[in-house]
C-alpha cells in the first residue's frame, strides 16, 4: 500500500483555503494547514481530521525556510495565501503596493522554491491561486490584480521548467466567491452586478474552488501542467457582456 500523500495549503485558516484542506483531507491525504494568523489557524485545524497547523508569514523568506525545513515529505503544494487592498490607482504607493506584492507574489515564489526538493523526490505538484483579476483588468485593484497575474506567469514558468522532473504546475483563478469576507463588504447592488455579468448568474463557492485545486492536485490531472483554469462561473469568457439582452435571443 502506498504511503500517504501530503498537501501543503498556505492561507489555510479561512476560506478557500480552509475548504481546500478539508476537501483534501477527505481524499485521504495529510494536511499540512499554514497560516499567519495562529490563532484562528488553532481553532480550525481540528476541523480537518489528522492536519497539523504551521504558523508562518510567507513574506517572510526565513520563516518560510524554517517551516519547510522541517518537512519530511510533499505531494502537492498549494500557494493560496493572498491579501487583498483595493482603491484608486492613485491611492496605491509604494507601501501599499509592496505590502501586497510581498505576499501575493513573493511569498508564493518563497514557497515554491522551498518546497522544490521535496516536490522532485515526490514528482508531485504546484497549485497556484491567482483570480479572475489576474486575467482580466478591473477596477481598485491595480496591485491586486498586477500580483495575480504574475503569478500566472510564474505557474508557466514553474511547468516549463520542472515538466523534466516529472513536477506539474497549474494555476486556478477563482471568479467572485461567497466567503465570508466577500458578503460583509459587497453592498446589494456589488452583488446584483456580478450576477448579471456572471453567466452561471451566481456567486461560486469555496468548496467548488476547493474541487477545482484538488482535482488539479489528483492523478486525474495527470498529464495536465502549465494550465490556467478559471473557476468563475464563466465570468473570464463573456468579456463586455450585455446582461440586458440575457434571454432576449438577440444576436
Not at 23 to 37: I, K, T
Not at 75 to 96: K, M, S
Request: include cysteine.
Amino acid at each position: 500500500m502506498s504511503e500517504q500523500k501530503v498537501a501543503l495549503v498556505t492561507g489555510a485558516a479561512r476560506g478557500i483555503g480552509l475548504a481546500t484542506a478539508q476537501d483534501f483531507a477527505a481524499q485521504g491525504w495529510q494536511v499540512l494547514m499554514l497560516d499567519r494568523d495562529a490563532e484562528e489557524l488553532g481553532r480550525v485545524v481540528s476541523d480537518v481530521p489528522g492536519a497539523v497547523a504551521l504558523d508562518c508569514d510567507i513574506s517572510d523568506a526565513d520563516a518560510v525556510a524554517s517551516v519547510f525545513n522541517g518537512i519530511d515529505r510533499l505531494d502537492c503544494l498549494v500557494n493560496n495565501a493572498g491579501v487583498a487592498q483595493f482603491g484608486p490607482i492613485e491611492q496605491c504607493d509604494f507601501a501599499l503596493w509592496r505590502s501586497v506584492m510581498a505576499t501575493n507574489l513573493d511569498g508564493t515564489f518563497l514557497c515554491s522554491q522551498a518546497a522544490l526538493p521535496l516536490l522532485k523526490a515526490s514528482r508531485g505538484n504546484i497549485v497556484n491561486i491567482a483570480s479572475i483579476s489576474g486575467l482580466r483588468a478591473s477596477t481598485l485593484r491595480v496591485a491586486y490584480g498586477t500580483s495575480k497575474a504574475a503569478v500566472i506567469q510564474m505557474t508557466k514558468q514553474q511547468a516549463a521548467e520542472l515538466g523534466e522532473f516529472g513536477v506539474r504546475a497549474n494555476c486556478v483563478c477563482p471568479g467572485p466567491v461567497r466567503t465570508k469576507l466577500a458578503m460583509a463588504v459587497h453592498s446589494q447592488d456589488i452583488i446584483d452586478a456580478y450576477h448579471d455579468a456572471v453567466p452561471l448568474n451566481r456567486y461560486g463557492s469555496e468548496a467548488e474552488i476547493a474541487n477545482a485545486i484538488t482535482f488539479l492536485a489528483s492523478e486525474k490531472a495527470s498529464y495536465i501542467t502549465g494550465q490556467i483554469l478559471a473557476a468563475d462561473g464563466g465570468f473570464d469568457s463573456t468579456g463586455v457582456g450585455l446582461p440586458a439582452l440575457r434571454g432576449k435571443g438577440a444576436a
